[in-house]
């Protein structure tokens, strides 16, 4: 029978064992291997059961097991050397604390998805685990987030396959009470709700539940509660699930409720209220127009607010393809804005303005969250260096005129958590090198002094490390496909063959991610009998170990999974090579340690970071990809192998193309054909090779100094604490100073000048420009006096900067690797309202050499030039925004 109600019975520990209840519902023990082994050793069979997750073994463990437990004293000093080293973690300084300078007191961090562990299943793939991975390292660093995000019921999915390889999902029922979480609640012992208006007089309610990640509260928001209706209650019940009013209600949701949660959050726990706040991806955006309101009812309008907003708020994009972004129709967000709904004392359209596609090419019936997000955020970034030219293309037209390379959109390189992702294995083999302090401020803290120490670790050990992985990944893959098969109908008579897949002396190569059709799962199979030789090879075989969810409503990925589970079933080959369904963070973190060879083959340069690879390496595993993501910024082919493009670029990322000509291969086919053949080489003719020679020693020895110089090279450069710390120089310092400087007077003198600014500059030009070059070949190093005269309307110089912009012209003069430097006013205006500037020229590049003028707005408060993206060059008469070409002089 079915029960008609579900109740949580929480168990009543011993006085002696209580301190057991706070370490399990601080999320450190999803990365501090001494917490779990002390959870394990109450019961090893529970834990096992429970997937290590320590509140589900808390609630299994009988009473009578933990009344003997309760007067184990070796027991009890286990527990309380535990407890006493997380209050040492929480409350001691640490990095943070001890750098100079005025740090923000507090940051909040939202994110529609957080993969902190797999006990708490709330996200579908990167971006999640990138969240999840910036928390933990934020609370190793000592830095004061707090993450917002909400709880969903069912989370992502659970993948399984059908008899003939289709992805099935299920959504299991997620109880808060029985995860590591517990209910913010008021003074007064009430549970705490946040509010969000709909249209027809709805009201949308969510619950706040808090996670302890560490040192960093996570805020999660949750609509399943009585006081909704039907559609309300359903808002949070699965992440990216249901169509585009839900979307948008989730979004509304997660950054307008998110800030109302963390507004409640402080005022009942006394934190400092956030002074910067970080959206990770455009689905958070609307935490600014919150924000926004929030000032409104302090007094200020809404160009005043914008800019008190902007000046503390951090934007990150993950995309690096426009179809990747949330859009909305316009009509549909002014529905649920306005006086009928959420702001009803502002106009829509102020609201819409911040997302509407006002460039070429865009769609202004269209609400663009990534577009908000920027115009809402004073600083920007992309998750790695190629990431962020892409981004700067991307979305070049909101700063119409100026080159690309100029758009404010910088980059911070993604980095992974060692502690979560890195085996206990290679922590133990570290700490022997280097010392277990030491241990912890590599992999936690990102000191990135002691990496060294791991050029002195014997090859021996190395080796053994290796073939030690290797082995409990063999033996996890035989347990999970005898799972898979089992749920595919097969009888356990059938799969004997399983005791005999994979073999643990033989070539790994893992490949596992989210299956959109830009990662090219299936590119691997583009020559069958050539990949089945390789396989099968009577020397140097490999095998492979796929893993990867497709979204529910992709059929197409659907299909790409399908193609792939059915070469892995061919009796030929199903011992070399395997599919596992349901990738998650507990598989994860065996696959990666498991594999020698971590593949990746996306289309490039779409993929925008791509940390598995940077989780293998964590663990010595090689990485084999094409040079996407951080590969493309940190690849040596001490590290691995990159894998040749045809998309006009070679192995080390310069301009190839096929027959090395500089040219991209514009049909797919022929693409991707060359691609895989390009892989198959490498496995073929460097790879293989290479792992299966030995040298006098019997060792691979040219195998594991790849293997030392990816744990020593890149140990340090992918780690998440120096992506935080670079976070916390780079974006989050100076937008808190920012957000001190704006106050309400400042912010409304800014919005003023930047409205008197936009009025007056169509009258803002490049009236003449003149140098004393008095040839068109000069010799390097010469400089020469440049004078510019220029109308600035209603403006006076302090307004603007004139600036003269030099560099290398190409075969269309249009100057490339630009500097720019100011020029000073000499004098003005004149008769005919004209100022003249003045300044050296100096020729310091050979070969064509161009220069030009420019004009931009200029005022202390601004973060960048291009800002407004307002622009006047030579020839622009009327002083509007030019397509940014116009190079004043060339000299050959």
């Known amino acids: 029978m079915k029960a008609i109600r579900r109740i949580t019975v929480r168990p009543v520990l011993p006085e002696p064992l209580r301190p057991l209840s706070r370490l399990a519902r601080n999320l ?24 290590g997750d320590p509140v589900r073994l808390l609630g299994s463990v009988p009473p009578a097991r933990l009344a003997r437990l309760a007067a184990d004293e070796q027991f009890l000093r286990r527990l309380a050397d535990a407890a006493a080293d997380l209050g040492d973690y929480l409350e001691g300084d640490r990095w943070y604390q001890q750098q100079t300078g005025d740090l923000p007191a507090a940051i909040a961090y939202f994110s529609p998805e957080f993969g902190i562990t797999a006990a708490l299943p709330q996200y579908s793939g990167g971006l999640g685990i990138l969240a999840g991975d910036h928390l933990k390292a934020a609370s190793d660093l000592g830095a004061p987030l707090i993450g917002v995000g909400l709880l969903y019921r069912h989370g992502y999915f659970r993948q399984s396959l059908s008899h003939d390889g289709w992805q099935q999902e299920h959504y299991p029922v997620l109880d808060p009470h029985e995860l590591p979480l517990s209910p913010l609640r008021e003074d007064d012992g009430t549970p705490t709700q946040v509010r969000l208006a709909l249209p027809g007089g709805r009201e949308l309610r969510a619950r706040v539940w808090r996670a302890q990640v560490g040192r960093v509260p996570l805020l999660l928001l949750d609509s399943d509660v009585e006081e909704n209706d039907a559609r309300e209650r359903d808002v949070t019940d699965r992440l990216y699930g249901g169509g585009s009013e839900h979307r948008l209600l989730q979004e509304m949701l997660l950054g307008m409720g998110g800030v109302r949660a963390l507004r409640a959050y402080c005022r009942i726990t006394g934190h400092p209220d956030p002074e910067v706040f970080h959206t990770n991806e455009g689905h958070a955006g609307f935490l600014g127009v919150e924000r926004i309101r929030e000032l409104a009812v302090q007094g200020l309008d809404f160009d005043a607010a914008l800019e008190a907003v902007r000046a503390g708020t951090v934007f990150t994009t993950h995309t690096p393809v426009p179809a990747g972004i949330d859009r909305f ?22 609201v819409l303005r911040l997302g509407r596609e006002t460039y070429p090419g865009g769609d202004q019936a269209r609400f663009n969250m990534a577009v908000m997000g920027l115009r809402l955020g004073q600083r920007a970034n992309g998750v790695s260096l190629l990431h962020g030219r892409v981004s700067r293309e991307m979305f070049a037209g909101l700063w119409p005129g100026f080159d690309a390379d100029e758009v404010p959109i910088t980059a911070v390189t993604n980095g992974v958590h060692a502690p979560t992702w890195m085996a206990p294995e290679v922590q133990r083999l570290a700490a022997r090198a280097a010392g277990e302090r030491c241990t912890e401020a590599m992999l936690g803290a990102g000191d990135t002094d002691r990496w060294d120490t791991v050029a002195g670790i014997p090859d021996q050990d ?23 098969w089992r749920q595919r109908g097969a009888a356990p008579a059938e799969l004997g063959w399983i005791d005999a897949v994979l073999d643990p002396g033989v070539l790994t190569i893992g490949f596992a991610r989210r299956v959109p059709s830009y990662k090219r799962l299936t590119l691997m199979l583009r020559d069958r009998e050539r990949l089945t030789a390789l396989l099968l090879h009577p020397e140097r075989p490999v095998q492979i170990v796929v893993a990867g969810k497709a979204h529910p409503a992709d059929d197409g990925g659907k299909r790409l999974v399908q193609e792939l589970v059915r070469f892995t079933d061919d009796p030929r080959v199903r011992h070399r090579i395997v599919f596992l369904p349901d990738y998650g963070m507990r598989m994860a973190q065996r696959l990666y340690p498991g594999c020698d060879v971590w593949l990746n083959n996306p289309l490039r340069p779409l993929e925008a970071c791509g940390t598995s690879g940077m989780k293998a390496a964590l663990n010595g595993c090689l990485n084999l990809s094409v040079l996407d993501g951080w590969w493309d910024e940190w690849y040596e082919a001490d590290f691995g192998w990159a894998i040749p493009t045809a998309d006009g670029r070679d192995a080390a990322g310069h301009p190839a193309g096929e027959a090395g000509q500089g040219r991209a291969v514009l049909d797919e086919e022929r693409r991707d054909d060359l691609e895989a053949a390009a892989l198959y080489d490498l496995l073929e003719q460097r790879i293989a090779p290479r792992f299966y020679e030995r040298g006098p020693d019997g060792l691979p020895d040219r195998w594991i100094e790849m293997v030392r110089r990816t744990l020593g090279g890149l140990g340090p450069k992918v780690l998440a ?19 001190r400087a ?30 004393s070059v008095a040839a068109s070949t000069a010799e390097l190093g010469a400089t020469h006096a440049l004078r510019v005269r220029v109308r600035l309307g209603d403006l006076s110089p302090d307004d603007v900067e004139v600036q ?20 000073k006013p000499a004098s003005g205006p004149d008769l005919e309202d004209r100022w003249t500037y003045e300044g050296p020229l100096t020729l310091d ?37 030019a397509a940014g070409e116009g190079t004043g002089v060339v000299l050959r």
């Open 804 to 823: 003269a912009v030099t560099g290398r012209v190409d075969t269309e003069d249009r100057i490339t690797d630009a500097a720019s430097f100011p020029l």
């Open 845 to 881: 590049r050979t070969g064509p050499f161009g220069y030009t003028v420019r004009i931009l707005p200029s005022h202390p408060l601004l973060a960048s030039g291009a800002e407004l993206g307002l622009l006047a060059v030579p020839g622009d008469a009327t002083g509007s925004p």
């Open 462 to 484: 190395l080796w053994q490390l290796r073939g030690e992985l290797r082995g409990q990944l063999v033996a996890e893959v035989r347990s999970r496909l005898h799972a898979s």
């Open 742 to 771: 704006l106050d309400p007077g400042a912010a409304r003198s800014l919005a003023a000048w930047k409205s008197r600014v936009r009025a007056a500059w169509p009258r803002v030009a490049v009236d003449h420009v003149e140098a």
């Open 721 to 739: 604490g120096r992506m935080v710390r670079e976070y916390v120089t780079r974006l989050y310092a100076p937008a808190a100073h920012a957000h």
């Open 28 to 51: 450190r023990w999803s990365w501090h291997p001494p917490t779990r082994e002390l959870f394990a050793a109450l019961d090893p069979d529970r834990w096992a059961a429970a997937g």
């Open 329 to 350: 129709d316009a009509d549909l967000v002014a529905r649920h804005f306005g006086p009928d709904a959420e702001l009803p004392d502002v106009d829509v359209e102020r």
